[in-house]
């Protein structure tokens, strides 16, 4: 079950996102008079194909890791006279970029229906207010509770735009202006002086780096009530019973109940394992041995406890802490946009200072990390899915458009060449071209695939 959730969800995510690119070549293409011979879901071996009355044949195949858009071309195959003026090769430079360009543009188009619809069905989100701060953050003067505001006068409402917004300053070693707002609502402006951070920072552990760690109301580890019949019933829990530790591991609050019993409750093999549970009832400790249950999906171990009802207080807090993010129509497709731009910035970013030494190359991620994400936001919700197919359709737009041959970002760095010189790029360019975009995309699939095999060690 570990393995066919995330396969099954990556296979979903890419089978949208490829199709809604290639369907983006396909339908320009038709639209210039451009003859398709295949449009092809996946690559290799056909596994379903059924061919149109225009003679198009559609199919999926085995290597769902992309697709492509076969078209009528002179320069791959012999084409009769009378079909000549349906050849790519044969349509003006103009058209040519339409076509190739095409892809990565459906893919930004899906990417902010992805996040419109997100936004009007509601996304829950954590503003960036900052619970106990250490270090630099200690150090400049942010207090408990403080909430961001803005970063270098770029306006943040949740932990992750004020990640995005934060990261490239720290790998940049430069000053982070933020405007910080305290529980009665007063704002000042402090300076993070990030030019002290050290040659180990990891881009992945920018709130840790800076001292500043996302606060959460305490819901106390109190169980306010226990499920007939379910395996904390059965073991002798009762409400009112404070949770002090389970397999040895200190509980605090609530939230680390729902953390501690999923991972405590599996062994090495993925198979149920017996909890120690240690409670206090009426001033002393008592010890529970209790083999969990697994929930509906048959993947997390469940005791069958649930919390108390937080109190007016606690209410407030969650209320300022957390907020659903949910906008009519017209104000979604507005955030939209801006959630798309904001996203293609960061990752622009993120790129170029990988190129130039700033950024480390464990930012790329494979397919591996991609099924497990895809597993991870499906299982949270319709919303957080749809957050992760826009940003991975983002994603694909970008590094599509990168000026490497055999992308389509290549194609068109040809045509560029084409309309400077008055004529295409030779054939032994576009031969060596291939070649050495085929060296550069098995080196960067090699980085992410080794990057995927140390997350799963690690």
Not at 341 to 364: D, Y
Not at 398 to 405: A, G, Q, T, V, Y
């Amino acid at each position: 079950m570990d393995i066919i959730g995330p396969v099954f969800w990556l296979l979903v995510a890419l089978g949208l996102l490829v199709t809604f690119h290639e369907f983006g070549h396909f339908w320009v293409a038709r639209r210039c008079g451009v003859r398709v011979l295949c449009f092809s879901v996946g690559f290799g071996r056909a596994l379903w194909s059924r061919t149109a009355r225009d003679g198009t044949r559609y199919q999926i195949a085995a290597i769902p890791l992309g697709g492509y858009v076969q078209m009528l071309d002179e320069r791959a195959q012999p084409v009769p006279t009378e079909q000549q003026s349906e050849s790519f090769n044969r349509k003006p430079v103009s058209q040519r970029i339409a076509i190739v360009a095409a892809g990565p543009i459906f893919n930004l188009i899906f990417a902010v229906a992805a996040f419109w619809l997100m936004f009007v069905i509601g996304i829950a989100a954590m503003r960036p207010i900052v619970g106990e701060p250490t270090g630099i953050a200690a150090d400049a003067g942010i207090a408990p509770q403080d909430q961001i505001i803005q970063v270098n006068d770029q306006a943040v409402e949740t932990w992750t735009h004020a990640v995005l917004a934060l990261t490239p300053i720290a790998l940049d070693r430069g000053t982070a202006r933020l405007v910080v707002e305290s529980p009665q609502q007063s704002q000042r402006l402090i300076e993070l002086d990030l030019s002290t951070l050290g040659r180990d920072f990891k881009e992945d552990e920018t709130l840790e780096a800076l001292g500043l760690h996302p606060w959460r109301p305490a819901l106390p580890p109190t169980i306010g009530a226990v499920s007939p019949g379910s395996a904390a019933d059965q073991a002798g829990l009762e409400a009112g019973d404070r949770v002090i530790a389970i397999n040895g591991v200190t509980i605090d609050d609530w939230p680390t109940i729902t953390q501690t019993v999923p991972q405590q409750g599996l062994n090495d093999s993925g198979q149920l394992q017996r909890l120690n549970v240690v409670v206090e009832r009426n001033g002393r400790e008592i010890e529970f041995d209790i083999m969990p249950n697994l929930d509906e999906s048959g993947n997390r171990p469940l005791l069958g406890i649930q919390s108390v009802e937080p109190s007016a207080s606690m209410q407030s807090d969650i209320q300022r802490a957390f907020v659903i993010d949910q906008r009519g129509p017209i104000e979604a497709l507005v955030e939209a946009t801006s959630e798309t731009w904001r996203l293609s910035t960061a990752t622009l970013g993120m790129l170029g200072r990988m190129v130039v030494g700033k950024a480390s190359l464990e930012n790329l991620s494979g397919p591996i990390t991609i099924a497990r994400l895809a597993d991870q936001s499906a299982r949270l919700g319709i919303s957080r899915f749809l957050f992760f197919l826009g940003l991975i359709s983002l994603s694909l737009a970008i590094i599509n458009l990168l000026p490497i041959p055999m992308l389509d970002g290549g194609h068109l760095l040809y045509y560029l060449v084409e309309i400077i010189k008055g004529s295409p790029v030779s054939e032994h360019t576009q031969v060596v071209g291939q070649y050495v975009g085929l060296m550069l995309i098995v080196m960067l699939m090699g980085v992410a695939i080794f990057n995927d095999i140390l997350r799963l060690i690690a």
